[in-house]
């Protein structure tokens, strides 16, 4: 297994650069299907945490990778903002957001939130298949 872990802080206009470093060290293990779900998930997981935990202001934001070689990725984003009610179900159609949690949990085949000593934590897995690995694994 390879692991890596990204701390930072986090802004509005951070969370779209912090999302793009972790997918470029994606990118070279992982076909680009996969890598597609992967960004998706880690640019609206580091939006959430700037817009929602932190009302916009700056905060400590911190993203666990595992990568278990011919199997699955795994992410895990935390934050220590404002506790966040994650919605189960898709909201109203005439509401203009939160659909963000239902996407993330339809490309991902895992996802879980909870609220630990303080902080959210949001964990998913990617299942990978054989052929959707680089050769370089």
């Not at 076909?31 to 932190?54: I, K, Q, R």
């Not at 179900?89 to 909870?114: A, C, K, W």
Request: proline fraction near 4%; charged fraction near 25%; aromatic fraction near 10%.
């Amino acid at each position: 297994m390879l692991q890596l872990i990204l701390k930072d802080t986090v802004t509005p206009c951070r969370a779209r650069m912090i999302a793009r470093a972790v997918k470029s060290f994606l990118d070279t293990f992982v076909t680009s299907d996969v890598l597609f779900d992967l960004e998706l998930v880690l640019t609206e997981s580091c939006n959430n945490a700037a817009l929602h935990a932190y009302q916009g202001l700056p905060g400590e934001l911190e993203i666990k990778l595992d990568i278990v070689e011919y199997d699955q990725v795994a992410l895990q984003i935390r934050d220590w903002g404002r506790e966040f009610q994650c919605p189960w179900t898709l909201p109203d159609n005439n509401q203009e957001s939160g659909r963000g949690i239902y996407i993330m949990r339809q490309v991902m085949h895992t996802f879980d939130y909870s609220r630990v000593e303080d902080s959210n934590i949001f964990s998913f897995t990617k299942k990978v298949e054989p052929e959707q690995w680089k050769e370089c694994i």
